[in-house]
Nanobody, 119 residues
Framework: QVQLVESGGGSVQAGDSLRLSCTTS????????MGWFRQAPGKEREFVAG????????TYADSVKGRFTISRDNPQNTVYLQMNSLKPEDTAVYYC????????????WGQGTQVTVSS
């Protein structure tokens, strides 16, 4: 069982930056593709960014390309989402997720952290 805990959310102004962190407990997250998703009020959850295993190539939603950066620190069992040039439309609950090797879906989810961007 992989338990994911997000942190780093908050309320900021447009143009500001935030860094979200996601740590695991229970077992190492080596071997897992890690992702960030978000869900805004009244909208469906959407993919934001992913970082793969073992080759750590990254993928991003078009809406965040050039502004957000996902990275992972394997010894620390932590994945980060650096969010720059934040916009009000980035306001959402952000979720960390882990995908087991060979799994077609993300298998484990965190509880989410709120990010609010005001104009």
């Amino acid at each position: 069982q992989v338990q994911l805990v997000e942190s780093g959310g908050g309320s900021v102004q447009a143009g500001d930056s935030l860094r979200l962190s996601c740590t695991t407990s229970g077992r190492t997250f080596r071997g897992y593709t890690m992702g960030w998703f978000r869900q805004a009020p009244g909208k469906e959850r959407e993919f934001v960014a992913g970082i793969h295993w073992p080759v750590p190539y990254t993928t991003y939603a078009d809406s965040v390309k050039g502004r957000f950066t996902i990275s992972r620190d394997n010894p620390q069992n932590t994945v980060y989402l650096q969010m720059n040039s934040l916009k009000p439309e980035d306001t959402a609950v952000y979720y960390c997720a882990a995908q087991s090797t060979g799994s077609p879906t993300y298998d484990y989810w965190g509880q989410g952290t709120q990010v609010t961007v005001s104009s």
